[in-house]
């Protein structure tokens, strides 16, 4: 079996954040990493070269296939804030309807920018999501 690529570094999220070219990119991910860590409890940790990641679960695939990944997370990627949460949508489908401005993929919330979202909203969203993950 193929084993996952991203995995936790010891690479520093400070200086990782710190690096972000623009100025108001880098302000949300640190308004995102705020959100996180309070939500987990848990320090942010670099997954890879560029996936912050707070709080840690395993999991087992129906096929025995297991990993280990985080709680919730985000990167900040060229085009999109790109969030991490476990839980997925479908089970939030009122709170998306309030979320504001964004895009989902299957466990990926895809943001311009904090600007274009209710941050409460997003912030309920984040602690439903690690509610989840912690039932895994």
Known sequence: MAELKTKATDSSVADFLGAIPEERRRRDCVKLAQMMQEATGAEP????????????????????????????????????????????????????????????????????????VDEAVLKELIEESVGYGSTL
């Not at 990944?69 to 969030?83: E, I």
Request: charged letters at 25%; proline letters at 4%; glycine letters at 12%.
């Open 45 to 116: 940790k670099m997954w890879g070269p560029s996936i912050v990641g707070f709080g840690h679960f395993h999991y087992k695939y129906e096929s025995g296939r297991e990993n280990d990944w985080f709680q919730v997370g985000f990167a900040p990627r060229k085009n999109d804030l790109t969030l991490y949460l476990v839980s997925g949508f479908p089970r939030h489908e009122a709170l998306m309807k309030k979320l504001g401005k964004h895009k989902t993929g299957k466990s990926c919330l895809y943001l311009k920018t904090l600007d274009d």
